[in-house]
């Protein structure tokens, strides 16, 4: 998928202005161009194809529209626009907030061997690391056991993102397409581009990291110097909470980096100012859909995995009992810990594909808005009616559907 050409990026070094989009004559990608044409052709007619008489056109003055009312005299725009074409989860048309939503949850659907089979070898590798640090530390490190737990299991749990991101970008790339893909495809085209995604969500966590320690930094320099002023600890901690908004401004800013690597093969350095570039102006719609999709994922998950807590709690009840009862504060009881991890492993299974989805049709989204790669993208889905010869520029099926 990254060989198709709707993936590279632009060849002008001056990216689009912000809310404007390229005509369909102008070529998005270096060496190719758009088949010139002084009017769109009517939906499903090739370019070129002789056009039937005025009045005979679909959606022509006096014909049925494109909603089955009268058109008016703009032809094919006579009671709304003409019907984008979807060959995959997505129309190829700047999307709206559902859109977005249905296409995570159509990837899903239509793409659940793959999709469901990834996330879920996911899970288990990842719910049985932490189950297994919390078996091995047993409580000792008291109240701290959490965190202990956590830095453990981290190196674990951050491979493992950083595979599933990689390889369900590649499964939403081909599905937007309309195109089937196994693991095996996944892993094939992912792999190349593993280290240097990983080595971008190692930069992006130490930037959002290193900017709440720097606010927070005279908090903490001040109450190592052994004072506590009230009146002046209070305006340190204001300082420090500000650090976070600063940097939940940068994830957004970031956000859509590691698609901008995986498929248009971008360096590092390079995916960060291209997720820069294409977030410029659209900043609050990308934290807002991002932030709806983690709410929708939490609801999800929550619902899933609240059985299982309960479950556990009832098979640990006697355990957490004589923990009480004695006042020791060891680790919780291993039945209920093996019930939770079941509980994780199937809402993780649920939820990872659908927030990596929205990621990669949020970064499609706003390639579409700005450089009208949904142009290209209707030629690598092999439509003809935009020049498409099929999949990656070559005649014939996507060799991917025959496996």
Request: aromatic share 6%; no cysteine; glycine share 14%.
């Amino acid at each position: 998928m990254t060989d198709t050409p709707g993936w590279a990026s632009p060849g002008s070094s001056e990216p689009p202005r912000d809310g404007t989009r390229p005509t369909a004559d102008v070529p998005t990608v270096p060496g190719q161009s758009a088949p010139p044409h002084d009017t769109p052709p009517a939906w499903g007619t090739a370019p070129g194809a002789p056009q039937p008489p005025y009045g005979q056109q679909p959606g022509g003055y006096g014909q049925p529209g494109p909603y089955g009312g009268p058109a008016g005299p703009g032809g094919q725009y006579g009671w709304g626009a003409p019907q984008s074409p979807k060959p995959g989860i997505i129309p190829l048309r700047p999307l709206g907030l559902g859109e977005i939503l249905d296409g995570a949850m159509s990837t899903v659907r239509k793409h659940w061997r793959t999709t469901l089979g990834l996330s879920l070898g996911v899970a288990v590798v990842q719910q049985g690391a932490s189950l297994g640090a919390q078996l091995a530390v047993k409580g000792d490190t008291g109240e701290y056991t959490p965190v202990v737990t956590a830095l453990v299991s981290m190196p674990v749990t951050l491979l493992l993102g950083v595979v599933a991101a990689a390889l369900l970008t590649m499964v939403v790339s081909r599905a937007i397409l309309g195109q089937s893909v196994t693991i095996r495809d996944a892993w094939r085209d992912a792999r190349p581009r593993l280290l240097q995604l990983t080595g971008l969500t190692l930069l992006t966590g130490l930037i959002g990291v290193g900017v709440v320690l720097l606010g927070f930094t005279p908090l903490i320099g001040y109450l190592l110097a052994g004072a506590e002023e009230p009146a002046i600890v209070i305006p340190l901690a204001v300082v420090g909470l500000l650090s976070f908004p600063v940097a939940v401004w940068i994830w957004i800013q970031l956000s859509l980096a590691a698609p901008a690597l995986m498929l248009e093969k971008q360096g590092v350095l390079t995916a960060l100012s291209r997720s820069r570039r294409l977030v410029r102006g659209s900043w609050w719609r990308i934290f807002g859909i991002n932030v709806l999709s983690q709410i929708i994922a939490a609801f999800v998950a929550g619902v899933i995995s609240t059985p299982f807590m309960v479950a556990g709690l009832v098979l640990g009840f006697d355990d957490l009992a004589r923990q009480a009862d004695t006042g020791d504060s060891g680790a919780l009881p291993t039945a209920m810990l093996v019930t939770m991890a079941i509980g994780g492993v199937i809402s993780s299974t649920i939820t990872l594909p659908f927030t990596a989805t929205i990621g990669v049709l949020l970064y499609v989204d706003q390639r579409i808005r700005r450089e009208a790669l949904d142009i290209e993208l209707a030629r690598a889905a092999g439509l003809p009616e935009y020049g498409g010869t099929g999949w990656g520029g070559q005649p014939g099926p996507n060799p991917a559907a025959r496996l």
